[in-house]
């Protein structure tokens, strides 16, 4: 079983280039969330798609950008990489009915020098 | 808003003993999700165990249990007959149950397993 799958696992960028990091689920789950994770601190939400159709800003949206592009695929871009961008970026999904756990992927690192 | 709280940045514990993990957590949500994550180093993010607010008894889910104090904010996460296998982050994660399902993290728990 595949689950949530992040591509790529590592990438390094200069300032200013720009990047899209890709997420995909086949659980047929209707949510889907991207995470930044910083040293020393937990996931931070960057941004959510509750449903096909929709998305809305986390907790720190600035410098990104999604798109829901169908129910199974919810991408990240970075559309001029900064270093306080550099961290490592989670995809998560998960059912829309009450109690559902959100199911992560296993995480892009992302380096910009 | 929410915030959760893990004042333990670091535990350790010799394996087969038991440990516990401390975590708070700010809302004034009457109904809500509580779950602790473990994230090993091949940095995966794991459910170990997840509460619902509105149920009193705590989860237990095999060596692991928590232990949910509703009216002090407090969920902590017990581990019994610690194992090599139980090293990682440990993360608590609070959801509200109306509207979108994000999670909010603290700050993590790193635990380490002396043999």
């Known amino acids: 079983n595949a689950g949530v799958t992040q591509t790529p696992k590592f990438q390094v960028l200069k300032t200013g280039q720009s990047m899209t990091l890709q997420c995909a689920q086949d659980?047929?789950?209707?949510?889907m969330y991207w995470y930044r994770q910083d040293p020393g601190m937990g996931l931070r939400l960057i941004y959510y798609?509750?449903?096909?159709?929709?998305?809305d800003k986390g907790e720190v949206p600035n410098g990104y950008n999604v798109s829901r592009l169908n129910k199974r695929e919810f991408s990240l871009r970075l559309e001029s990489a900064a270093p306080s961008q550099t961290s490592v970026y989670f995809c998560?999904?998960?059912?829309?009915?009450?109690?559902?756990?959100?199911?992560f992927g296993d995480g892009t690192r992302l380096s910009i020098l | 808003a929410q915030t959760v709280t893990q004042s333990q940045p670091e535990m350790s514990v010799q394996e087969a003993e038991t440990v516990t993990l401390s975590c708070t957590y700010d809302?004034?949500?009457?109904?809500?999700?509580l779950f602790w994550y473990k994230q090993p180093p091949s940095r995966q993010m794991i459910l170990v165990i997840r509460q619902e607010a509105y149920k009193q008894q705590n989860a237990t889910e095999n060596r692991f249990s928590v232990n949910f104090q509703k009216a002090a904010k407090s969920f902590s996460l017990k581990i019994s007959d610690s194992q090599l296998g139980d090293a990682a982050m440990y993360f608590c994660?609070?959801?509200?149950?109306?509207?979108?399902?994000?999670?909010?993290f603290g700050q993590g728990t790193r635990l380490t397993i002396n043999p």
């Open positions: 809302t004034s949500e009457s109904d809500y999700y």
């Open positions: 798609s509750a449903s096909e159709g929709t998305t």
């Open positions: 994660a609070y959801r509200k149950v109306q509207g979108a399902q994000k999670l909010v």
């Open positions: 998560a999904s998960s059912r829309l009915q009450r109690g559902q756990p959100q199911h």
């Open positions: 659980m047929n789950h209707n949510s």
